[in-house]
């Protein structure tokens, strides 16, 4: 199940697996040379390559094992983005290496944190959100009809050109909170940046909920997932990430920004923490459910006032506000001076007046402050503020981007746990 209101509301359901493993072939045209280490033969052999995806090509073909002797670790970060200016000359950083690969930001209205991927080869690119709150991956297809408009304005993908695709032959449909997509499954390799993830199970999308979709600025989702919320029968994307040993540690980390205008918007890191983008320590807490990433709080508070106790949450990148149970939706709204008004919580502008609210998880207490929480909606006559908390019929929380701006986040999937730390918050 997925809980995503607001601008971002997606998922899916169903499936079977093949493996069908196919070297790389084609590498960017960048000069940033890498040095690997091998054994050939019983000898140890240093040879220079031009960057390290002509490296990994190398390594593929020949069956070779090379070493960066400059690797403490292997760590991808892939930068998230908020939909906004494409930067000047995006620039591709050795896997190896550990550094990262810099993507064009985007910027809407801090409500879609996305990164860019590559399906199939030679590769398609594609805008998806990284997603924690779903298992599953899904791209519009190109055999969506005319008709479907929200397909039609999103980068699709074409089987036909790829020689590494597998179909599958299972269909799908799957039904969110405002809606509903519908397609096919189908099988092809997955890159980010210069790391290729051979075998991934993808929705091919035929039928998009329109008004959902028509203006997202992403085109598809990554399911960071557990496979127990999964398709059935298929091994989700980042259980077949780590099964190939493309980092060291099954874990990624997020660190996402909430800034206005054509700023960065984050990213996320797979394999490693970075320890520039918190402030004091990790707090680790176990996962309560497999599945979801899910964990329980021990308490939430409004200012003095307790409104909720042992509670089971779920950190979701997927969703953009707080979502919680309705019997504490109105409480909430009440301690921070909301006014409901068709559904939505229409606070002051002037945030003076509102309530800091405490999620205490662990042995730790993180701080939303007003002006972490209170969305201002412009219109060309006035300014309306609504409070970033919207109620489910469910009994648990969901913690989407209002609260990942504010706190760094792992996701620990060797451990089964998560941990949290305050995230450091950059200037304009």
């Known amino acids: 199940m997925k809980f995503c209101l607001a601008l971002i509301s997606l998922l899916l359901c169903f499936a079977q697996i093949f493996a069908a493993y196919e070297c790389p072939s084609i590498c960017p045209a960048l000069y940033k040379p890498v040095c690997g280490q091998a054994t050939i033969k019983g000898r140890p052999v240093r040879c ?17 094992m090379y070493v960066s002797p400059l690797a403490k670790s292997l760590m991808l970060r892939v930068p998230l983005e908020v939909k906004a200016k494409p930067l000047a000359s995006p620039q591709l950083h050795s896997f190896l290496a550990t550094e990262t690969l810099k993507l064009p930001l985007d ?19 594609f805008r998806v959100i990284f997603d924690t709150g779903s298992a599953n991956t899904w791209l519009p297809s190109s055999n969506c009809p005319e ?50 993830v051979p075998g991934v199970t993808f ?16 085109d598809g989702i990554v399911g960071l997932g557990f496979g127990e ?42 394999g490693g923490i970075d320890e520039s983008r918190y402030l004091g320590d990790l707090h680790y807490v176990p996962l309560s459910k497999v599945g979801y990433w899910q964990f329980e709080m021990s308490s939430v508070s409004v200012g003095n006032r307790q409104v909720a106790e042992r509670i089971e949450a779920i950190l979701d990148t997927g969703t953009s506000f707080i979502l919680l149970p309705i019997d504490l939706f109105e409480e909430l709204q009440s301690a921070i001076g909301a006014v409901i008004v068709n559904g939505s919580s229409v606070v002051s ?5 509102l309530q800091d609210v405490y999620f205490h998880v662990g042995e730790k207490n993180f701080t ?25 019929a469910e009994s648990f929380w969901v913690l989407g981007d209002i609260f990942l701006t504010r706190i760094y986040s792992v996701f620990d999937a060797d451990a089964k746990r998560v941990g949290f730390a305050d995230a450091v918050i950059e200037e304009n």
Request: proline share 5%; with cysteine.
């Open 48 to 64: 220079e390559f031009s960057n390290s995806c002509v490296m990994g090509v190398n390594a593929c073909t020949k069956g070779i």
């Open 349 to 353: 502008c002037q945030m003076e007046s």
């Open 107 to 125: 910027n809407r209205d801090n409500m879609e944190y996305y990164g860019r991927i590559s399906m199939g080869t030679p590769p398609q690119l």
């Open 203 to 218: 929705g091919e999308t035929l039928s998009h909920y329109q008004p959902a979709f028509i203006r997202t600025t992403f």
């Open 368 to 392: 939303l402050s007003p002006a972490d929480y209170v969305v201002k909606l412009e219109t060309p006559s006035n300014t309306i503020c609504i409070a970033g908390f919207m109620p489910i």
């Open 229 to 270: 919320i999964g398709w059935r029968n298929t091994t989700p994307f980042l259980e077949l990430f780590c099964q190939q040993h493309l980092v060291e540690h099954c874990l990624f980390s997020v660190y996402l920004r909430r800034m206005p205008g054509e700023l960065y918007g984050g990213e996320i890191t797979f």
């Open 147 to 196: 008709s479907n408009v929200a397909c039609q304005l999103h980068s699709r993908y074409k089987a036909h050109k790829s020689r590494s695709h597998v179909p599958v032959g299972h269909n799908y449909s799957m039904a969110y909170g405002s809606g509903y997509v519908s397609g096919y499954l189908s099988q092809d390799t997955l890159r980010m940046a210069d790391v290729a």
